[in-house]
């Protein structure tokens, strides 16, 4: 949760950043003309996060404690 919300309320353009545990969704509040929703994705990615538009590399994902991984799709 803190990773997630860290490494995307820090973008510029990103006014709030909610990662809901039991859900699985994150929703952010945010400024389009200064952020589009590919580079939030790719801030999820860097820190080992697959999204609907962005797969983490294998070295990011593995780089995430254990009980932080979960199930990838292929």
């Known amino acids: 949760k803190a ?3 860290k490494a995307t309320s820090s ?3 990103v006014a709030s950043s909610i990662w ?3 859900t699985k ?4 509040s945010y400024d389009q003309q200064l952020i589009d ?3 939030i994705e790719k801030a999820v990615a860097g820190v080992g996060h697959d999204t609907n538009g962005t797969r983490a590399t ?3 994902y593995d780089n995430l404690h254990a009980c932080c ?3 990838r799709a292929n």
């Open 20 to 22: 809901d545990v039991e």
């Open 69 to 71: 991984k979960y199930e």
């Open 25 to 28: 969704l994150l929703t952010i």
């Open 58 to 60: 294998d070295a990011s």
């Open 37 to 39: 929703e590919k580079k």
């Open 11 to 13: 973008l510029n353009g």
């Open 3 to 5: 990773r997630i919300e």
